[in-house]
């Protein structure tokens, strides 16, 4: 039998209120599962993909092939691979459905050659190559979190330059993900393309708040810090219910809430488990009133980003 | 003889490239010096002052005794002080020579009353009162790192919300003040009004940037964040040979550099005291082909703020 092995990759949330295309974490789940094999046929392809049917298998369309065949060309590389992909993330939910795939991919493909790129840092851009398929935008905010765990500062795609700041220990995330389709490319006219400078002002005092918060682990400040004045006003009617959504969270003893990457999906900071419970129950609840589907998650920052499952 | 207090309160470095009115640092040096003695006449007065000449001694213009008078007033208390007040920052040069007027008085005045404000924190309103005589805005930007010492984030001026950084223990700063006038209400009319999208997301990953790296003690990576987009191009003209300063500063290693609040001082970054006695050295020789006379200092970064002397 060949050489397999078998990697997860989170979920991610970016933007995170006032870090707009610059600040991201990552989830514990959900988060996709590749299987990638040896295989006779150079370049990497797509097997199987189990839980979703809308996602291409072609390798010039496929993210997660895309990014392993980036790396394999960086690399010189012959090797042949294919992947079986679990996905667990739903495309378009606005929690990295495809930086999950692509990172996934990327990681697999270096363990399945032996580890030619020794840091996994390094991966970074492949993984990214891979995302641009499905997003348009040669971006690293969910990536980056995919892929190194912890929140993450993308200071700049190019040159790209990306910071890791871990997590406080007692962060969760409550993510709620309606049944609804925000494309992206759709989600990005209604930014506005300019901000009075006193907004501008706000947010980077907030989100200069957010970076201390996070990594002098003061769950407070985060709280008072997750503003977010120029990107939610303009995007949040995208979201039937997101107003309720947030104040059910905050009612609930959430620290903060905010729109995931650009939507639907609702995400909550919240201080210790019992308390993410309860914004959970409190989101779902207020959520059940809009008949609108959803899937609802409460999860611990993840810490570790990307892994090899040994089974 | 009656009861004096000496205090000392440093200069300090507001704006700080990428965190245009929620970032400011203090320096170790200049800064100016308050002797208050209790005084018969009820509330604050000026007895003297000593270095400067153009500093109004009206109890209602000058900012130390303004400062002063609102701590009095928030106390209810009737006592007397007077104030002699070495003028050690040239008023007007952009490096807080208001709020370290201001920040002396408070700090001053608690101590002589036997520090019925037991936090420090607690001052900075009133230090805010009195700098907003001589620069119109009630901000904490400058008057913040004066009281606190090292790195601070202003993230909200109302409601008040101050964030202390510290300082990587080997940062140093290179502060050049020409001898010109700049006032900071036209220096404000220079800024633009709105701010492309594209401009924000560059300025917030430099700030996030900057923020980790004086938390995670980064050298390197608070060089790469010092780039400020929106500010530094409306105002730059108004500092004759600010460019070659900055490119003089960088080239001899600083880095990072910008100008200080709104000018026309000039400040530089440096990683340890030797790289910043080249700094100093190089944009020294670079500001003498422009005939402007200048002051320029060398300074570790103030980790202690404002602190009673005991002679």
């Known amino acids: 039998m060949s050489k397999s092995i078998k990697v997860f990759s989170p979920a991610t949330v970016s933007n995170v209120t006032c870090g707009f295309d610059v600040l991201g974490f990552a989830l514990e789940k959900p988060g996709d599962i590749i299987v990638a094999r040896e295989n006779a046929s150079k370049g990497a392809h797509i097997n199987q993909i189990i839980g979703s049917q809308n996602i291409p298998i072609d390798p010039l369309e496929n993210v997660a092939t895309v990014a392993a065949n980036a790396l394999l060309k960086h690399l010189g590389s012959g090797a042949g691979i294919e992947f079986t992909l679990y996905k667990n993330i739903k495309p378009g939910s606005g929690i990295g459905s495809s930086a999950s795939s692509a990172t996934a991919a990327v990681f697999a493909t270096n363990q399945l050659l032996g580890t030619p790129i020794k840091n996994s840092f390094d991966l970074l851009p492949f993984a990214m190559a891979g995302e641009q398929i499905a997003s348009g935008a040669f971006h690293a905010d969910n990536v980056a979190p995919a892929l190194l765990g912890g929140f993450v ?7 790209l330059d990306v910071i890791q700041l871990g997590t406080p220990p007692d962060l969760y995330a409550v993510v709620i ?13 209604l930014l506005p393309k300019q901000v009075p400078l006193k907004d501008v002002v706000t947010q980077t005092g907030n989100l200069a708040g957010l970076v201390a918060g996070v990594l002098q682990h003061d769950y407070n400040l985060i709280g008072r810090s997750m503003k977010d004045v120029i990107v939610e006003p303009a995007r949040e009617t995208t979201i ?3 107003k309720e959504l947030k104040k059910a969270a905050l009612n609930a003893g959430a620290l903060g809430a905010g729109i995931s990457g650009s939507g639907p999906s609702v995400f909550a900071l919240c201080k210790g488990a019992t ?6 129950d409190s989101m779902k609840s207020a959520y059940q009133n809009t008949h609108i589907q959803f899937d609802i998650y409460l999860s611990a920052i993840n810490k570790r980003g990307t892994i090899e499952i040994l089974d």
Not at 177 to 189: F, G, M, V
């Open 240 to 242: 039937p219910g997101f």
């Open 177 to 189: 993900h309606p049944d609804l389709q925000i494309k992206t490319a759709e989600s990005r006219k």
């Open 275 to 280: 308390s993410a419970q309860k914004v959970l």
């Open 153 to 159: 500062i993308v200071r700049s795609n190019d040159p």
